[in-house]
């Protein structure tokens, strides 16, 4: 157990010195996040200003704001969570890494752990900053959600390892040839996850896919809360139940593709 709790740690430290060494990846990091933050936050705000009414202190208005914003900010976690698992897996294979990794004792649960734990740094370093900056830019803090911010977050990130071991096995099957699904496969799936809209609002064959994916409970318990301040459980639960359940798929549809790949002796020849 001990051992291979190193071996974990030791893939991690590996991603984490590549990203030290490289000031323009931190940059990256830090800047896609804010700069989204503060576009859909000025283009929220003037939504918000623009459907004040006299007397009414501009609530509509401002639910609206802190949906957009809010959405705007737990979408980008999903995303960085599941870059930061396929970055790691390219970074390998850029690196052509894969035969070093699988000669030595590693073995690959641990790889993907070590992903996993690699992800939710990388996405906690580019999330903080755009949180932050929100409070003195707009008055807003997406941590005035509370405790089911961390629901929030857990089921986000748990979609995007999912979502990440996904492209992995299709790149392994595939090659690089793929490699443009790193950044598309997730917007694809984001006008099915009602990020900016609630489900209701999408047509009526739309919605089944809609419901069928976590992301989509997420967003309307983010919206239960700012419009009802309610926190619906129920949405979170079966934003879990899903996430299991893709979860075990991908990781079975990728130990497939990695015992394809070391069979074919692919894992070696992968590589820029």
């Given at each position: 157990?001990?051992?291979?709790?190193e071996?974990?740690?030791?893939?991690?430290?590996?991603?984490?010195?590549?990203l030290?060494?490289?000031?323009a990846?931190?940059?990256?990091?830090?800047?896609?996040?804010?700069?989204?933050?503060?576009?859909?936050?000025?283009?929220?705000?003037?939504?918000?200003?623009?459907?004040?009414?006299?007397?009414?202190?501009?609530?509509?208005?401002?639910k609206?704001?802190?949906?957009?914003l809010?959405?705007?900010?737990?979408?980008?976690?999903l995303?960085?969570?599941?870059?930061?698992?396929?970055?790691?897996?390219?970074?390998?294979?850029?690196?052509?890494?894969?035969?070093?990794?699988?000669?030595s004792?590693?073995?690959?649960?641990?790889?993907?752990m070590?992903?996993?734990a690699?992800?939710?740094?990388?996405?906690?370093?580019?999330?903080?900053?755009?949180?932050?900056?929100?409070?003195?830019?707009?008055?807003?803090?997406?941590?005035?959600?509370?405790?089911?911010?961390?629901?929030?977050?857990?089921?986000?990130?748990?979609?995007?390892?999912?979502?990440?071991?996904?492209i992995?096995?299709l790149?392994?099957?595939?090659?690089?040839?793929?490699?443009?699904?790193?950044w598309?496969?997730?917007?694809?799936?984001?006008?099915?996850?009602?990020?900016?809209?609630?489900?209701?609002s999408?047509?009526?064959w739309?919605?089944?896919?809609?419901?069928?994916?976590?992301?989509?409970?997420?967003?309307?318990?983010?919206?239960?809360?700012?419009?009802?301040?309610?926190?619906?459980a129920?949405?979170?639960?079966?934003?879990?139940?899903?996430?299991?359940?893709?979860?075990?798929?991908?990781?079975f549809?990728?130990?497939?593709?990695?015992?394809?790949?070391?069979?074919?002796?692919?894992?070696?020849?992968?590589?820029?």
């Amino acid at each position: 157990m001990m051992k291979s709790f190193e071996r974990v740690y030791a893939v991690l430290i590996r991603h984490l010195y590549i990203l030290r060494g490289s000031k323009a990846r931190i940059i990256e990091i830090i800047y896609w996040p804010s700069v989204q933050m503060i576009l859909w936050g000025f283009i929220s705000r003037f939504f918000a200003m623009s459907g004040a009414t006299p007397g009414s202190g501009g609530g509509l208005g401002e639910k609206a704001f802190g949906i957009l914003l809010g959405a705007v900010l737990l979408w980008d976690m999903l995303f960085r969570t599941q870059l930061g698992v396929t970055l790691s897996y390219l970074e390998e294979v850029w690196a052509r890494n894969l035969g070093h990794l699988f000669v030595s004792p590693l073995r690959p649960y641990e790889w993907w752990m070590a992903m996993m734990a690699y992800s939710i740094l990388r996405a906690l370093a580019g999330m903080l900053p755009a949180t932050i900056l929100a409070i003195p830019f707009y008055g807003y803090s997406l941590f005035d959600l509370g405790l089911p911010l961390l629901f929030f977050f857990f089921n986000l990130m748990f979609m995007g390892w999912w979502l990440g071991f996904l492209i992995m096995a299709l790149l392994l099957k595939a090659g690089q040839g793929a490699e443009t699904l790193a950044w598309a496969l997730t917007f694809f799936l984001a006008p099915f996850c009602a990020v900016y809209y609630p489900i209701s609002s999408l047509p009526a064959w739309i919605q089944p896919i809609a419901n069928a994916l976590p992301a989509s409970h997420v967003f309307e318990g983010l919206r239960a809360i700012i419009n009802h301040s309610t926190f619906e459980a129920s949405h979170m639960w079966w934003a879990f139940l899903l996430n299991c359940g893709y979860m075990a798929l991908s990781m079975f549809l990728l130990q497939l593709s990695f015992n394809s790949a070391r069979k074919a002796g692919t894992l070696l020849q992968s590589g820029e």
